[in-house]
């Protein structure tokens, strides 16, 4: 094994002391704390917890042990997942530009209760955002029911359905309705790519990794189940 190389399971194996080894996993565990607060629902790239290592040290596996140790941690003393995200890419087509990031780049993570669904909708889940959160469903599930993909402009027209304008800057639960979607793309629900269509540049909006997580899956199949048969 080269030197600096280790096994990033075994946080103990890395040539620095144990006091630096705590440091370095308290301060993680700080940044994604703060980013939670900062950020709600938004994911944080890995290259950013990488960064918090590398500042000051270069053993290779340094990073990933960190955020192995991390992990444990969230999970320990806090009862929380940081769950890693792999970044999708958007879908094979020649009219599609994509501005997807570096594969170096397309890992992020995002901290999620360990509590059982229905403690979490109890006692975890903030009902003030419970109209955000219905939203997001609403799009998500837009989306999937036009098979994972859709162009802007037809997406606005199923959301005027709904009562939402893309010039409405001051809904009553969204403020911003744009600004609002914005959100929801940089919590990776969805993900918005440039195409070229018949007339032009357009964007399309497909799936993002969150939106194929199992538990919101289930919600939205629940939801979907509800509203055509009234389950």
């Not at 094994?1 to 006091?19: C, H, K, V, W």
């Not at 370095?24 to 990488?50: D, I, S």
């Not at 087509?93 to 993570?109: G, I």
Request: no cysteine.
């Amino acid at each position: 094994m080269a030197r600096g190389d280790f096994d990033p399971e075994n946080l103990s194996q890395a040539d620095i002391s144990t006091e630096e080894r705590d440091k370095l996993v308290a301060e993680m565990m700080r940044y994604m704390l703060f980013k939670l607060h900062q950020h709600p629902g938004v994911p944080v790239k890995r290259e950013e917890l990488t960064q918090l290592v590398t500042k000051n040290y270069r053993q290779r596996n340094l990073p990933a042990a960190v955020i192995t140790q991390a992990q444990k941690k969230f999970a320990t003393i806090f009862g929380y997942e940081m769950k890693e995200l792999q970044r999708s890419r958007p879908s094979k087509s020649n009219n599609v530009r994509s501005s997807q990031q570096s594969t170096t780049e397309s890992k992020s993570y995002i901290l999620k209760s360990m509590l059982p669904e229905e403690l979490r909708t109890k006692l975890v889940e903030n009902k003030e955002t419970s109209h955000f959160l219905g939203l997001t469903f609403a799009i998500v599930g837009i989306v999937q029911l036009a098979g994972g993909k859709i162009p802007e402009d037809t997406l606005w027209q199923y959301l005027r359905r709904l009562g939402l304008d893309e010039h409405d800057e001051k809904h009553p639960q969204f403020g911003n309705v744009k600004q609002a979607i914005e959100t929801i793309v940089k919590q990776r629900y969805i993900q918005k790519e440039k195409a070229i269509g018949p007339e032009g540049d357009m964007i399309v909006y497909e799936l993002a990794e969150r939106a194929l997580d199992d538990i919101v899956n289930g919600r939205l199949k629940e939801s979907i189940t509800q509203g055509f048969y009234g389950e």
